[in-house]
Structures are given as structure tokens and as C-alpha cells.
């Protein structure tokens, strides 16, 4: 059974299908029997519906949504995707147009009202847009606005070469209407393309768009008009919307009220008949009530159209219950009255003024059960096809025939509402008392039809006002219901590509899910509030809203949620660029960071040719230089030298800080070079070591090993004595560099910049020919190494070992002083 569309056996009308009787002897016809169900169909257990899974593109993904177990998103594969959507001709135009109008009510056809006093405003409405100007038409809500709208896009239906485009700005976006503008236009089924598809779509159309109830301005309405500059629009919005920027160039038109003389043609083509002077006054007193809005006059209208059955029935409405309890006063009746008629008073001007619960008062009870109905759901009219079964009333579609005729209700897009006041009224009347009760009754409804197989997506995206009302009047007390609705209304509107109100059915389906604390079912709402995101390009959103149905179904330990979620939430990290930030994978896990150990460099660096490997002879790192020296103004001491200054001071501790990592290098390259260092005697001169050069042998004359035997040439302090008398002081002679000793010390009291040359005498002469006597030895008084560079440590190691000892920690070298080992108190530090 289709809940909407009726088939013939709904009427009594069985199909041909279902009777296999034949014809009797007679020739009557035989009725059949309809055929017999299966013996065991599924051991009794009826066979599940299929669930209704819808595949469409939208840029390039792929998805699948998949009201069961959540949407599938994918790269469309390219045998996939759609061509290049061609536009609808003005057949097709029309015809969806009619399939998108408000449905007619049954019964006979009500009287059109013309159009009175809007002759000014359509011919101007109607020449601007021929020009190409775009019109922001501005009027309270009652004043005509849609009928205006209606006559001048009948005048404007050849201006565009893409005709006239109807839209409804009623709880739109502006990307929302951009959508609707290219589906209306352009052919393209099952298929939403990405945003810069669809401004690239949309700048092509050259149409005249008219656009009412729009609900807002400024800057949104400025990005309407610049996506579509091909376009002239038209749009009727009320005075409490924002108004347009003044970069927008829109005419402004203000729609106001009707005149005195206006206002009783209205009401005399809404009677049918001419009024009478008492009427006629009653009419004026409404008319400066009212502001002359059209609306107020139809409803008044209607009140005397009731007033007429009951002068001419008094009992026309107590069928219904309604009239019984209501006294009537007895009034001289009209010169032009028939004496069969009954006197019935005029409505008072309040009654005039706020008609809506007199109006109401008087309608069938199927008529007052949809009013009901509307202000549980905020003002929403359910389509007249649902209130047969939520009045449970067989013919209650014919209450909204009523309902237009009282002009209670007003179309809105597809669909109609309250109009505008009724609800207050109607709410004040106790029409709310049980406005909980009704707005379950429709949640119900709603979750069974929107999950029937037989209903398409687009019907249910056409009633998505009625649905997001019911979920709205839910979520905070009937959440379990709240939730059944959403998790069946949702995958509808996604199908129907009316994505606003999918995304607005999640929010309310996450709300009352986690009021519920329905974990599973929060869940499936993150995990399509993150698709929705992923295809409208919203990476960010889209990846939080993944991992959060990503670790709400691992505690459930809902495998195959989790593994739709990770592949969706792959995809969001390579729209990203890669890896996801904030160290985690695709699934959701956080990544360890790399550990690097590593010792402390020094503070000049670590050099390119060695790196100490011994912590042994690894030193303390020195304190880090600090960034700034605040120091006092000190007044100088008189006969003192002038106080250092902040540049000398930093300096200086940068040499010593290099100085002390120079002296550390040493020191490991001493450990792991030079083994015997730490055994060996200080007063050793190092070219007593035994090298593979030479060898150790016992002299001839019996003095025992040559390397036991002190070199001539060695550096150690001479015995004899200097001026003082004294041996071992620092006035003692200096042995000569050649094999005999000098015999006067060395006068030079500056530092040597070069060693002293070897003597070119030979050695004593010796017996002993596997070691030569005549090769000079290196000089001991060669300089130190240069001190290094305040920027880079030295590259390389020296050549020669220092000759402190290497348990001993080198004094850091000042740059001020001499590179030499020579000078004054170059023996002290030797």
C-alpha cells in the first residue's frame, strides 16, 4: 500500500491480478477467489522490506546512504560519474513547476480574489526586471505579497532566456537555494555537485527568479546575487529582515496596506454579495483596525459567510457541537431581509480584528483536529494525505478545504501553514492544551511512512517542514521517539537531496539520542553529521565528527561501523594533504612521538671528524650563557682601571665556554688515543715511546736498554744550577735542542713565534747502527695549539699529546695572551 498515493483496493476497486475466477453458464461473470498466501511463508515470520538504499554523486565522491548501517563515501570511480547536466526545456520547466505548487484542496473550486490596487507596483516590478534589475520587495505579513508575486511572474514568463524560476526562501540558505536553482533548471538526477561546480553551473543561468519569503539579507543576500549574475531577481521579504548592503544595487518596493475603498471590494468578492450599511460600517471600523491587510478582510469575509448560514439555518453548525453553547441576541433584521431569516449579530471588531477561534469554532471536527495538529508542530500544515490517518478520520482530507476557504492557512513553497496571527489565536483559544500528545502522534506517523518502501525520498523531502517540527517539538521530552524519527526521516532527505533538512535531522537526532543515551544511535548521527561534512568540504568538522562515532562504536564493539568510519575518515586525510594533525591515523589512534637520544652537544658544536664515544671522559656541560646581564651603574674607584663592559663581559664568557668544550675534546681524544697517558711519568718526554721505528737493546757496554736511558735532546729540566744557585728553579738553563748541552741559558725573555732549529752537529758517535744519531728531533719549545675560534671547536685532533696529564683538567686558555708555550710563565704552565 502506497501511504500517499492511493491504489484502486483502497476505494473498493479490486485489481484484475487478484481474481481468477472465469465465466459461469449463464455468461454472468464469476467472481474468483484471491489467491492463497504460502503454507509457511518464513515459518511465520513475514518477510522483511528491503531497506531502501539510494546512490548518487555528489562532486567527486560516490555515496551510498545506506539507512541501515550508515552511508558509504567513496571516490567515484570514472565510469561513475555523470555528464555535464544539460538544462530542462520550458515543458519540463512548467511541469515541475506545477509537481512544486502548494496541493489544491478537494471539494469544488474556491473563487480566485483579484488583485486590487497592485496595478502601480506590477507594471513597475514588471520593468525593472525587464531591465535586468534585481527588486527587493518589502511587506508585512498579510499584505498580498505572494499574490503579487504570482501575477507578475505570469507577466515576466518571456524575458529570460531560461524562463521564470519560482523559489521558496522559507528556512533556506543561501546555498540551499543555489541548489534549487540548478535543479531546477538543469537535469541532473541523483546528482549534487560540489561548490565550485555549482557556481560554475548557476553563473550560466540567465532566468528571472522569484524568490518569496526570503529570510535574510546583507551579506548572504550578496552572495546569492553575485553567483548568479545572469539572473534578476525578485524577492518579498517582511520588514524584520535584514535589509541588503548598499553594494547589492536592489530596488527597493514597499508593499503597504489596501485603501477604505479597496478594503470592501475585497470583502464584497470574499462574501459574494454586496454589503448592507451596517456591513459597510463594520467593514470601515475593521479596515483602520486592520492597516488594510488583505488577509484580515478574507478572513472577514468568511466570518460573514458563516453569519449568512446561520440567519439562514440556525442550526447549520450544530451538527458539529459547536454553535449550541453560543447565545445569539435578537436584532432587528436588515430592510432587505426575508421573514424567514434569522437575526444573528455581527462579529464585534475584536472578533473582526483576530478572527481565528470564532473561524475555528465553526469548522468540522476533522478541520479542528488539523488546526490541532498545526500548532503542535509550530504552525505546520501536514499534507491532506496524512490527516486521514492522524485525525483517524476517513475524510479528513477534506478539511483542508476548510482550512483555505477561512483562510486559516496560507501556502508556503509546496505546502501551507498557519497564517500569519492564527497561531497566537489559536493558542489562546486552548488549542495548545494537548499540543504534546499530537505532536507524538504525528512523530509516529511520520517514522512509519518516511521508512515505507514504497514512499521515494522526494516525497518525504517534500513534507520535511511537518517532519523537522515534529523532531523540534520532541527532542528535550520524547526522545525516544525523537530519535525513531530522525534515524527513519534522515536517509529520505539525504536520497532527496534536500540536504538542509538532512543535516537538521541529525542535529535533532543527536540531541535526543544522547538524552536518550542511546549510544549506538548517536553514533550512526556523528557518523553521518561527518559524511554530510566530507562532501560539503568542511574537513575539520568531518574528522571530529568521524572519531567521535568512531570511539562511541568501539565501546560497542561495532566492528563494521568502525571500519566504515576509518574509510571515511581516510579520505578526510587525503583531502588534507596526508597524515592527519594532531599525530594520529586514519583510525583514530594517536601516533608516538620519534625519541631521539642523543648526549649534549657542546656549546661551540660537535665536530664533523669525532664524536666522543666514552662517557668517562665526558665533562659537565657548562651553564648557558644568560640572554641579558642587568647590571647596577657602579661608581669607579679612584687609581682603579674603567669597569668592564657588558660586550667585554660576554665575550669573555664565550671564550671560556669555548675554551672548556676544547678542553674536553682533548681530553677524549687523549682517553682514546694515547693508551698509556694515564700510567706514564709526567717528566716523560713522549719521543721516548717505543714506536715500530725503533728497537730496544742492551748496549755493548752493558748501561742496560737504550729506552731506558734518557734522550739528550729530551725536554726535561737541566741539574745545573743558574744565577740564583739553585737547581730546580725557573732560572735554570734550558737544554739545547742538539745532543750536547748549552752552556748558557737562553736570554730571550719574549715568546717564540718560531721553534729554535736543531743543531747540525752530529751525535755522539756510537757503535750502535740500527739507531741513527744524527736525525734532529722535533723542538720541545714548539707553541700550543692555537686557542680555537670562538665559533667552531677545532676539526682535528693536535698532534701532540699536552703536557698536562690526563687525569688532570687543562686550564682554559686566554685569547689575550700568546699562542707560544714561550713568554713569561710559559714554564709554570709546562
Not at 520587495?137 to 518571456?158: H, I, K
Not at 431569516?341 to 471588531?349: A, G, Q
Not at 488549542?431 to 518525504?460: D, K
Not at 534522515?490 to 535526543?512: I, M, N, T, V
Request: hydrophobic letters at 35%; glycine letters at 10%; charged letters at 25%.
Amino acid at each position: 500500500m502506497d501511504p500517499m498515493n492511493r491504489g484502486p483496493e483502497e476505494y473498493g476497486h479490486d485489481g484484475i491480478d487478484d481474481f481468477d475466477g472465469g465465466i459461469d453458464d449463464d455468461g454472468s461473470a464469476r467472481p474468483g477467489r484471491p489467491p492463497r498466501d504460502s503454507l509457511t511463508p518464513d515459518f511465520g515470520q513475514p518477510a522483511p522490506a528491503l531497506a531502501r538504499t539510494v546512490r548518487l554523486v555528489s562532486g567527486d565522491f560516490l555515496l551510498t546512504v545506506n539507512p541501515v548501517d550508515g552511508s558509504e563515501i567513496e571516490p567515484c570511480p570514472p565510469g561513475e560519474r555523470p555528464a555535464r547536466p544539460g538544462k530542462r526545456s520550458a515543458a519540463d520547466r512548467a511541469e515541475l513547476r506545477r509537481a512544486s505548487m502548494p496541493p489544491v484542496p478537494p471539494g469544488p473550486a474556491l473563487p480566485r480574489l483579484p488583485l486590487l490596487e497592485r496595478q502601480e507596483e506590477r507594471e513597475r516590478l514588471v520593468r525593472l526586471l525587464a531591465r535586468g534589475r534585481s527588486v527587493r520587495l518589502t511587506g508585512p505579513a498579510g499584505s498580498g505579497r505572494t499574490a503579487l508575486l504570482n501575477a507578475v511572474a505570469d507577466d515576466c514568463a518571456d524575458l529570460a532566456p531560461d524562463g521564470v524560476v519560482r523559489l521558496s526562501g522559507y528556512r533556506r540558505t543561501p546555498g540551499e537555494l543555489l541548489h534549487d536553482l540548478f535543479a531546477a533548471v538543469h537535469e541532473a538526477p541523483l546528482h549534487r555537485p560540489e561548490r565550485a561546480q555549482l557556481l560554475e553551473h548557476v553563473h550560466e543561468i540567465g532566468a528571472v527568479v522569484v524568490l518569496d519569503d526570503l529570510e535574510f539579507g546583507g551579506a548572504a543576500l550578496d552572495e546569492l546575487l553575485d553567483a548568479t549574475p545572469e539572473c534578476a531577481f525578485l524577492v518579498a521579504t517582511t520588514p524584520d529582515v535584514a535589509a541588503p548592503s548598499a553594494d547589492s544595487h536592489l530596488e527597493e518596493v514597499f508593499l503597504g496596506g489596501l485603501g477604505r475603498g479597496g478594503g470592501l471590494e475585497l470583502l464584497e468578492r470574499a462574501v459574494g454579495r454586496v454589503l448592507d450599511d451596517e456591513e459597510a460600517n463594520w467593514a470601515g471600523d475593521l479596515w483602520f483596525e486592520s492597516e488594510g491587510l488583505p488577509l484580515r478582510f478574507v478572513q472577514a469575509g468568511a466570518l460573514l459567510r458563516q453569519r449568512d448560514q446561520l440567519r439562514a439555518d440556525p442550526h447549520a453548525f450544530e451538527e458539529h457541537g459547536y454553535y449550541v453553547d453560543i447565545p445569539v441576541t435578537p436584532v432587528d433584521a436588515p430592510f432587505d431581509s426575508g421573514a424567514d431569516e434569522h437575526d444573528v449579530p455581527l462579529p464585534s471588531l475584536a472578533d473582526g480584528a483576530a478572527p481565528a477561534a470564532l473561524l475555528a469554532s465553526r469548522l468540522s471536527p476533522s478541520a479542528r483536529a488539523t488546526l490541532k495538529f498545526a500548532v503542535a508542530l509550530g504552525g505546520e500544515l501536514p499534507h491532506q494525505a496524512h490527516l486521514p490517518a492522524l485525525v483517524g478520520d476517513t475524510h479528513a482530507d477534506a478539511a483542508l478545504a476548510e482550512l483555505v476557504g477561512c483562510a486559516l492557512v496560507t501556502p508556503v513553497g509546496a505546502h501551507y501553514r498557519l497564517a500569519a496571527g492564527v497561531r497566537t489565536q489559536l493558542e489562546a483559544a486552548g488549542y495548545a492544551e494537548e499540543a504534546a500528545e499530537y505532536a507524538l502522534g504525528a512523530a509516529q506517523h511520520y517514522a512509519w511512512w518516511s521508512g515505507h518502501p514504497s514512499v521515494t525520498p522526494e516525497r518525504v523531502a517534500a513534507e520535511a517542514d511537518a517532519v523537522q517540527a515534529a523532531l523540534a517539538a520532541l527532542v528535550a521530552t520524547e526522545s525516544g521517539a525523537a530519535v525513531l524519527l530522525a534515524r527513519t526521516a534522515a536517509p529520505a532527505f539525504a536520497g532527496g537531496l534536500d540536504w538542509g533538512a538532512w543535516e537538521r535531522a541529525l542535529r535533532s537526532g543527536q540531541e535526543a539520542a544522547r538524552n536518550a543515551g542511546e549510544v549506538a544511535e548517536e553514533a550512526y548521527f556523528h557518523h553521518e553529521l561527518g559524511i554530510l561534512a566530507l562532501c560539503g568540504g568542511q574537513l575539520d568538522r568531518a574528522r571530529a565528527e568521524l572519531e567521535a562515532s568512531i570511539g562511541l562504536r568501539g565501546a560497542l564493539a561495532d566492528k563494521r561501523g568502525m571500519i566504515s568510519g576509518r574509510r571515511a575518515l581516510a579520505l578526510v586525510a587525503d583531502r588534507s594533504g596526508g597524515a592527519l594533525p594532531g599525530g594520529r591515523t586514519a583510525a583514530g589512534e594517536e601516533v608516538p612521538d620519534a625519541r631521539y637520544e642523543e648526549s649534549a652537544s657542546p656549546p661551540g658544536g660537535i665536530p664533523a671528524t669525532f664524536t666522543p664515544s666514552a662517557a668517562a671522559f665526558a665533562l659537565p656541560t657548562p651553564p648557558p650563557e644568560p640572554e641579558t646581564l642587568v647590571t647596577g651603574k657602579a661608581t669607579p674607584v679612584s687609581g682603579a682601571g674603567p669597569a668592564p663592559s657588558r660586550r667585554s663581559i660576554i665575550s669573555g664568557t664565550r671564550r671560556n665556554l669555548v675554551a672548556a668544550g676544547a678542553g674536553a675534546l682533548l681530553v677524549a681524544v687523549l682517553g682514546t688515543v694515547v693508551t698509556l697517558g694515564a700510567t706514564s711519568d709526567n717528566n716523560d718526554p713522549p719521543n721516548d715511546k717505543v714506536t715500530t721505528e725503533q728497537s730496544a737493546k742492551e748496549d755493548r757496554d752493558e748501561g742496560g736498554l737504550t729506552a731506558d736511558e734518557p734522550r739528550k735532546d729530551s725536554t726535561s729540566r737541566s741539574d745545573t744550577p743558574g744565577e740564583d744557585g739553585i737547581a730546580g728553579t725557573s732560572d735554570d738553563p734550558t737544554p739545547s735542542a742538539s745532543d750536547e748541552p748549552s752552556d748558557t741559558p737562553s736570554k730571550s725573555a719574549k715568546p717564540s713565534d718560531t721553534p729554535s732549529k736543531p743543531s747540525d752537529k752530529p751525535t755522539k758517535p756510537t757503535d750502535k747502527p740500527t739507531k741513527p744519531t744524527d736525525k734532529p728531533t722535533k723542538p720541545t719549545d714548539k707553541p700550543d695549539p692555537p686557542t680555537t675560534p670562538p665559533t667552531t671547536p677545532p676539526t682535528t685532533p693536535p698532534t701532540t699529546p699536552p703536557t698536562t696529564p690526563p687525569d688532570e683538567e687543562s686550564p682554559p686558555t686566554s685569547p689575550d695572551n700568546s699562542n707560544s708555550a714561550s713568554g713569561p710563565g710559559a714554564e709554570d704552565r709546562i
